[in-house]
């Protein structure tokens, strides 16, 4: 079955740039979406089609696409940007498939 | 404004079926395709399947062909989520999801979760 790889944790200081990864086969011919989930909250959707930003989403989210590898970007991460995130695609049947999913640590 | 209301949490014993509901409101249920994602204790999103409101065509992940029933009821703007055979590990948050950004992929609106636990 079609798999998104994402990396377990992400560390970074308050103020600087946060990268998370996610590799799929697929990447090249479907879009990409990126989630994040707070403790105990529903997931909130923070990029959609690989790099629009949806309405009321900060500016300093962003994404990009390059490859089998999209990443997602917090520019100046801040202390509530801490979280879980996860990206999401789908397979060759249209099925949707997530990334087991990447907890962003603000030191 | 878009609003996804899911039924109560369930506590079931192995070998049951649990039934989750979403009550849709705020827009034409009918013009967006709505998805069932789960989440186990302390694990990631795991997608399930999708309904299309308009013609209650589904669509189910593989792992869950056979025990999982989608359906919905056009009077009331509820799609409903059948699990049958439950077992423990099928103890999770389910959550309804509505495609938004004229994309279905981009599950730009979640219900609130729905606490399934699976018990003797």
């Known amino acids: 079955s079609y798999e998104l790889t994402q990396p377990p944790s992400v560390s970074v200081s308050p103020g600087q740039t946060a990268r998370i990864t996610c590799s799929g086969d697929a990447l090249p011919k479907q879009y990409a979406y990126w989630y994040q989930q707070k403790p105990g909250q529903a997931p909130v959707l923070v990029i959609y089609k690989d790099s629009e930003r949806p309405s009321g989403i900060p500016e300093r989210f962003s994404g990009s696409s390059s490859g089998t590898t999209v990443t997602l970007t917090i520019s100046g991460v801040q202390a509530e940007d801490e979280a879980d995130y996860y990206c999401?695609?789908?397979?060759?049947?249209?099925?949707?498939?997530f990334g087991g999913g990447t907890k962003l640590t603000v030191l | 404004q878009v609003q996804l209301v899911q039924s109560g949490a369930e506590v079931k014993k192995p070998g049951a079926s649990v039934k989750v509901s979403c009550k849709a409101s705020g827009y034409t249920f009918t013009s967006y395709y709505m998805h069932w994602v789960r989440q186990a204790p302390g694990q990631g999103l795991e997608w399930m399947g999708i309904i299309n409101p308009s013609g209650g065509s589904t669509s189910y992940a593989q792992k869950f062909q056979g025990r999982v029933t989608m359906t919905r009821d056009t009077s009331t703007s509820t799609v409903y989520m059948e699990l049958s055979s439950l077992r423990s590990e099928d103890t999770a948050v389910y959550y309804c999801?509505?495609?938004?950004?004229?994309?279905?992929?981009?599950?730009?609106?979640w219900g609130q979760g729905t606490l399934v636990t699976v018990s003797s």
């Open positions: 999801a509505r495609g938004d950004y004229g994309d279905y992929f981009s599950l730009g609106y």
């Open positions: 999401q695609s789908a397979d060759s049947s249209g099925h949707v498939v």
